[in-house]
Each structure stands twice: as structure tokens, then as C-alpha cells.
């Protein structure tokens, strides 16, 4: 059974930083495309990274959030710095089986269960 377990959330203020983590159990997704996706309250979830032979950004956190991954702990990261009120959502991992395009959620096969992001002003 697969399970995707993330980590890292919590409240800080703006500027501050934070580090995602997601752990991968039940199968290995060294060369499966892996990323991170966010909801905040009333808005649908939208993209914000993605790890798939190069590293993806959406274009309101590109420069501010590295996306790395560590393939010996089946585990990827999200790093955020200079982080926004705007950034305030839920949190969401998620690891695809195959290809497809990794900005869209219905790309992806499996999910975490979200942790919560918020940044106060």
C-alpha cells in the first residue's frame, strides 16, 4: 500500500521559512514524477512544484521554493523562504505512477493527506 506522509507545516511570518518534507512508503518513485500542490480556504488546489527529470515551479513561488527529492529515503523536499500571506493553504504531496503533465493534479496517483501552511502578516 502506498502511503505518501508529509510533514513540516506549521505558522510563521512573513518572510520567514519553512521546509516541506514527504515520505514515500510501499513502492520506490526515484524516476516518477513527484510534487506539490496547494488549497487554501475557497480556492481550488493549484500546482506549486514538481520533481520529473527536471524541477517544475508554478510562477508565484519561483525564486522563493526549492524542490528537491532524496532518492536512498524515497523522500522530497519543499523548501520555502521569503514566504507571503498568500502562501497560507494546505499543503498537498503527491507521486505519479508514469509520465503525464505534472502541473496538472489529475496527473498524479497518489496524495498525502496535506499539511497546513500559514503565514501571517
Known amino acids: 500500500q502506498v502511503q505518501l506522509v508529509e510533514s513540516g507545516g506549521g505558522l510563521v511570518q512573513a518572510g520567514g521559512s519553512l521546509r516541506l518534507s514527504c515520505a514515500a512508503s510501499?513502492?520506490?518513485?526515484?524516476?516518477?514524477?513527484m510534487g506539490w500542490f496547494r488549497q487554501a480556504p475557497g480556492k481550488e488546489r493549484e500546482f506549486v512544484s514538481a520533481?520529473?527529470?527536471?524541477?517544475y515551479y508554478a510562477d508565484s513561488v519561483k525564486g522563493r521554493f526549492t524542490i528537491s527529492r532524496d532518492n536512498a529515503k524515497n523522500t522530497v523536499y519543499l523548501q520555502m523562504n521569503s514566504l507571503k500571506p498568500e502562501d497560507t493553504a494546505v499543503y498537498y504531496c503527491?507521486?505519479?505512477?508514469?509520465?503525464?503533465?505534472?502541473?496538472?493534479?489529475?496527473?498524479?496517483?497518489?496524495w498525502g493527506q496535506g499539511t497546513q501552511v500559514t503565514v501571517s502578516s
Open positions: 520533481v520529473s527529470g527536471g524541477v
Open positions: 510501499g513502492r520506490t518513485f526515484s524516476s516518477a514524477a
Open positions: 503527491a507521486a505519479a505512477n508514469g509520465g503525464g503533465a505534472w502541473w496538472l493534479a489529475r496527473s498524479y496517483d497518489y
